[in-house]
């Protein structure tokens, strides 16, 4: 009990910030959804969906390999970090120079032609955001959680102040014919939607400058047989990782390509907007599975040499899913209040999907409990195998399920993903790294 105390503790202080800044930003929809057009707000959700697969690439398991050689080889933390964040300077600056190179080639794939400064401006996002994850991991591993959750809470400040600028006061003020000092230098109306992403890189430059004492005050060193060996334990990461991010936001690019062909352009754009804008009310357990995982990744480690280990782990998803069970209640008991944090009655519409999204994210964050198994034993590439195949069931289904019922088929694609995951997961964890979870308790909860 004394372990779950502690990473009850741990995922308050970790996770709090976060919380609050995914709610902080979760009050943004009403502002976002109220502001622009459904076919608008589409487009911000799409252009987010396909750069959530830039996040997990960039950084391509790096994070993940840190915590595991960071707690095996904690006499060489600094060799370890040093090679981690020199490895991430160079493919990211790589990266930025090829996405401004093609950025009009890349923005007419991604439906944007007239539009190549949004893939300059996210390539810039991504790039800074990656590098960023190594000293935030490292301030995990430390313990130092008033500097992570200060440098994160004035990361999401900012994002959030310069959309209540841009998009609460500015947009307002200019649609309505006024025009002042700021409106004059701080604001060109062509820029439309453009401001999300603009607020999204300034927070990302300020979060980057804030860390950047802590990421020069080692000697830098690079170390290529430790690179090679980490790079082999975070290789099925990544695979993991896009796998996970096909289930997460491949139904949101799927919806608009394949409804583009029936619908047209605009009103398929439109249907990613509903689907996104409502969606955003299952974000609760999501908010506290990511307030879970930034305690649990490094918790999990740490209490692997402990003679009872096992136990505390079964433990741990016991509550994990009693807690997930309630937020789930209280999202369906006021559900007829949590649908005006969508702004518009437009989008009431999707309301249907918002259950099967609830239960879909809780087998998710089962399916991040059950992945201590692969994690602990070394076996990542299960991991990787398991990932796969449930991107290969959220594709498929999608495939079939969206041009008979929209994105009511997205919704239920990404369920049946994530069971089929999480039970797959268990089967072959309880073949390689044996841990007696209490399942009649889970089920009946």
Not at 177 to 187: D, H, K, L, V
Not at 252 to 277: C, F, M, S, W
Not at 398 to 419: K, Q
Request: net charge positive.
């Amino acid at each position: 009990m004394k372990a779950l105390q502690k990473l009850a503790g741990q995922t308050a202080i970790y996770g709090l910030p976060s919380i609050i800044g995914r709610l902080l930003n979760y009050l943004l929809v009403p502002l976002h959804t109220g502001k622009f057009m459904i076919s608008e707000y589409g487009e911000i959700v799409g252009m987010y969906a396909y750069v959530s697969f830039l996040v997990v690439l960039l950084t391509y398991g790096m994070e993940i390999a840190y915590f595991r050689f960071q707690s095996k080889n904690g006499n060489h933390h600094n060799t370890i970090f040093s090679t981690v964040l020199l490895s991430l300077f160079s493919t990211t600056i790589l990266f930025i120079f090829l996405a401004t190179f093609f950025s009009q080639s890349i923005a007419e794939f991604l439906n944007y032609p007239n539009n190549s400064e949004y893939v300059v401006w996210f390539a810039f996002i991504v790039g800074l955001d990656a590098i960023s994850s190594i000293p935030l991991a490292r301030l995990r591993i430390e313990n130092k959680a008033i500097k992570f959750a200060s440098v994160n809470m004035i990361n999401i400040f900012v994002n959030i102040a310069l959309n209540l600028f841009w998009i609460g006061y500015c947009i307002p003020e200019h649609q309505a014919g006024n025009s002042n000092f700021f409106i004059e230098n701080f604001y060109t109306p062509s820029i439309g939607i453009g401001y999300v992403f603009i607020a999204n890189l300034f927070a990302s430059i300020i979060k980057f400058l804030l860390l950047t004492p802590s990421m020069f005050s080692i000697r830098f060193k690079f170390d290529l047989s430790l690179f090679k060996q980490m790079l082999l334990y975070g290789s099925p990461i990544l695979i993991s990782g896009m796998a996970v991010i096909v289930n997460e936001n491949a139904d949101k690019i799927l919806i608009q390509r394949i409804l583009e062909e029936k619908i047209g352009l605009y009103l398929a754009t439109a249907q990613v907007g509903i689907y996104g804008g409502v969606y955003k009310l299952s974000i609760i357990i999501s908010l506290f599975i990511q307030a879970f995982r930034y305690a649990a990744e490094p918790f999990f480690f740490s209490q692997e040499k402990e003679k009872d280990s096992k136990e505390t782990y079964a433990t741990i998803m016991k509550y994990f899913v009693i807690v997930c069970a309630f937020i789930f209640l209280a999202v369906m008991l006021y559900l007829d209040q949590l649908k005006h944090f969508v702004n518009n009655e437009e989008y009431w519409v999707g309301l249907s999907i918002v259950p099967i999204l609830l239960f879909a994210n809780i087998f998710l964050g089962i399916f991040y409990n059950l992945s201590v198994w692969y994690k602990l034993s070394g076996k990542t590439k299960y991991g990787a195998y398991i990932a796969l195949f449930g991107a290969t069931i959220t594709i498929v289904l999608n495939l079939i399920l969206i041009p008979r019922i929209g994105y009511l088929g997205s919704a239920w694609a990404t369920l049946i993903c994530y069971f089929s995951m999480a039970t797959i997961s268990y089967f072959y964890g309880q073949k390689h790294f044996k841990i007696d979870y209490s399942i009649k308790s889970i089920f009946f909860y």
